[in-house]
């Protein structure tokens, strides 16, 4: 791994957009940019970082790590689930099949935590028993391992904040069929276990994270969009999370989390002018995405420091194209 110096050398050469003409039209979420080319779509992982449903930032090679994090989960979880990688012809790109996405976020979750409107505790706190259709049992504390792991779907939305979901209003509204349904559960929680045994071995527990699925042209259910990556998933320290659990502190992450404390910090929650990250920070955040990786694929992380990093990734898709 790169050191801070080198980070905060290459902040202004961070991927802030890909814009490729001769692959038409490009869709743009927060974090990636994506073309569909015939039966194929490229998908471009920026350093573009975002939370709270705003970007806030870049952070330099934060789009590689997220890129090569999916990759090796996409490995470990073929043989529970097809999935849509073809390859990874550019360390920020991966090719795909492309497929009809559900609109559907498959939250699953190990333990009953988190501060957002979608989160279990928030909702178990003000006394509720009854969240997204399942049924939790009193005396739960936060942080605390539950029972068995959960899914609390919501919506996938384009623009916004999602919404929570339940079983049975996913039936009612017919966004899938009961068969793809229970395929989608099915796979969900096997996937989540085989995260939860790997990291359990880098000494990091899985403690919440999610998944989308699509159809492929056959109509068959296929895995999509990321893996378990610091994005998409909370991570928590596993040798001080007994005793910090104990004395009531909150569990050390190893996530995206001290971005969003950093901007709370600084009164910012979603609203109003975004405080811009300074070079320091932005190279701490760069650090940990990259330690993440590290520990949990037992790889050392070696990023492409090119200062013109559009051209390579054109460069290397012209060549699978």
Known sequence: MIDKKTVIENIPSALKSVNIRKFGKKH????????????????ITTDRQSAFDRVLGFIPFKGQVLTQISKF?????????????????????????NCKVIPIEM?????????????IWGSYEKGERI???????????????????????TTKAEAGHDERLTEKE???????????????KKAALAIFERGQKIC?????ILVDTKYEFGLDEKGKLILVDEVHTPDSSRYWIKKTYKERLKKGLEPESYDKEPLRIWFKEQGYTGKGKIPKMPPEFIAKMSMLYMSIFEKITGKKFVPDMSKN????IKDNLSGVL
């Open 28 to 43: 743009q979420g927060k974090v990636r940019d994506s073309y569909q080319v015939g039966e194929k779509r490229i998908i």
């Open 73 to 97: 989960w996409f490995e470990k979880t073929e043989d529970i689930i097809q999935n849509h990688l073809i390859s990874v012809p550019d360390p920020n790109v991966m090719l795909t099949k």
């Open 107 to 119: 939250v699953v979750r190990g333990y009953i935590t988190g501060v957002t409107d979608t989160s």
């Open 131 to 153: 969240i997204y259709g399942i049924k939790f049992p009193e005396g739960l504390s936060k942080n605390q391992k539950l029972p068995e792991s959960v899914i609390t779907p």
């Open 170 to 184: 996913i039936l009612q509204k017919e966004i899938v069929t009961p068969k793809i349904w229970k395929e989608m």
């Open 200 to 204: 359990q071995k880098a000494g990091i």
């Open 309 to 312: 990093v559009t051209k390579r």
